[in-house]
């Protein structure tokens, strides 16, 4: 009984210093999964975006000149306004959008710390962006996970303009 | 406070004295109130991530013999200190359950028990954060969420060994798994760990306790316990309780009813 006393609480002193992982395996990478496509399913050649007042060389934020019918960029968006902006050059034409959220701080893991959680709340765009379909209002560091067919918003260009 | 431990020592002092006096007269089998300190919350900093300690007291009285109402109560303070966040979290808890022994004693001494049982537990504690740093394409920012109280609920199931290693001193550890049941909710951060039921990140927590316990030997009996059987007509810790001093049992010959059975 004693031996057993001793030798049980050797094996749960072993167990209980295996336990700990100190690593982080989630994503804590909050990004806006968005998906581009012009109007009349016309082929989007190039295409360029940066983060509004951010035109220091290095700011690009996406850039391809390979053409596609549509092209699905994760965006992120600000950590201090309630808005973030975007310029986009979609076959050498700009566009500007102004995407509306709230922001909490939400929590991961022990390991892997916080990550900023939206929801998006609205947009405003310029005349050359004809629509944009929210399909996931919820901007969050599973946003990333997304599989290739699903985003949080659709923006369609005017087939017009561009 | 130092009258209450100076009460304390006075009684150990005088039941320990009675124990030694009590060895002699080996028909006798001495229970009582067992009180008791957790070790292995002394070894949590050296054990566990961030900087975690704490104490935990514990009792239990015995009843029939074999069951044994438990209360535990302790403090934890947890200050985990990260690159991207500085987590503090402290509180009080307890539990209240049973433990129920397994197996057979052997003799009127032996007083070593394994046991399976439950607790059902309850902490209040606050827990912030600070410097929380977020960085991406935008910038940095830090931020903080303030001293937020929180409580939690959960059960425990329970499984360990106690054995009496000098008269009337218990060693003993138990396995513990821990199921939440409430927490308070936080929609920024929900307590990756709690006074008392440990870490929850994990599914289903699972704990030990180390545990050195004193008897204070206020109960006697001639009578060994029965083991508790499942599906038996009659529980056996219902036995009534043997005084030897009783006209039933007639005096200090002939020991108890269990034994005069066989």
Same mark, same amino acid.
């Given at each position: 009984m004693r031996f057993g006393l001793i030798g049980f609480l050797l094996l749960l002193l072993s167990l209980e210093s295996c336990t700990d992982e100190n690593r982080c395996y989630d994503s804590v990478d909050t990004l806006m999964i968005s998906s581009f496509s012009v109007s009349g399913f016309k082929n989007i050649n190039s295409m360029r975006i940066r983060g509004i007042n951010r035109n220091d060389v290095g700011n690009t934020l996406f850039t391809d000149s390979t053409t596609s019918l549509t092209k699905r960029v994760p965006l992120p968006l600000s950590l201090s306004a309630d808005s973030t902006g975007f310029i986009f050059t979609v076959n050498g034409k700009i566009d500007t959008l102004f995407v509306r959220h709230k922001m909490i701080i939400s929590f991961i893991s022990e390991y892997c710390g916080f990550a900023p959680a939206y929801t998006l709340a609205g947009f405003r765009r310029s005349k050359g962006i004809d629509s944009i379909r929210i399909k996931d209002a919820k901007v969050n560091s599973q946003s990333i996970l997304k599989s290739i067919n699903d985003q949080n918003i659709n923006i369609y260009f005017n087939s017009a303009s561009h | 406070m130092i009258r209450i431990l100076i009460s304390i020592l006075i009684a150990l002092v005088i039941s320990s004295t009675s124990a030694l006096a009590q060895t002699k007269a080996e028909a006798w089998r001495y229970e009582g109130p067992r009180i008791g300190v957790d070790i292995s919350r002394f070894l949590l900093p050296a054990i566990s991530t961030g900087n975690r300690t704490g104490w935990e007291l514990q009792a239990d009285i015995p009843y029939k013999g074999n069951l044994f109402p438990t209360f535990e109560t302790g403090m934890q303070w947890f200050d985990d200190k990260h690159s991207s966040f500085h987590y503090k979290n402290s509180g009080a808890y307890g539990r209240l359950g049973v433990d129920m022994s397994i197996v057979k004693f052997e003799s009127l001494k032996d007083h070593d028990f394994v046991f399976v049982g439950f607790r059902y537990g309850y902490a209040m504690f606050n827990q912030q954060t600070d410097s929380i740093v977020s960085s991406n394409y935008w910038g940095t920012k830090v931020g903080s969420l303030s001293n937020h109280p929180m409580s939690a609920h959960w059960g425990e199931l329970v499984f360990g060994m106690k054995g009496e $290693? $000098?008269?009337?001193f218990f060693f003993g550890w138990s396995l513990r798994a821990k199921f939440p049941l409430v927490v308070t909710n936080d929609q920024n951060i929900q307590p990756y760990i709690i006074p008392g039921l440990g870490k929850t990140g994990n599914g289903t927590p699972f704990d030990f306790s180390i545990t050195m316990s004193y008897r204070f030997p206020i109960f006697k009996t001639k009578k060994i316990p029965k083991p508790i059987t499942v599906g038996g007509a009659k529980h056996p810790g219902l036995n009534e309780d043997i005084d030897p001093n009783s006209q039933g049992f007639g005096g200090s010959g002939g020991g108890g009813g269990y034994n005069r059975g066989r």
């Open positions: - | $290693l $000098l008269p009337n």
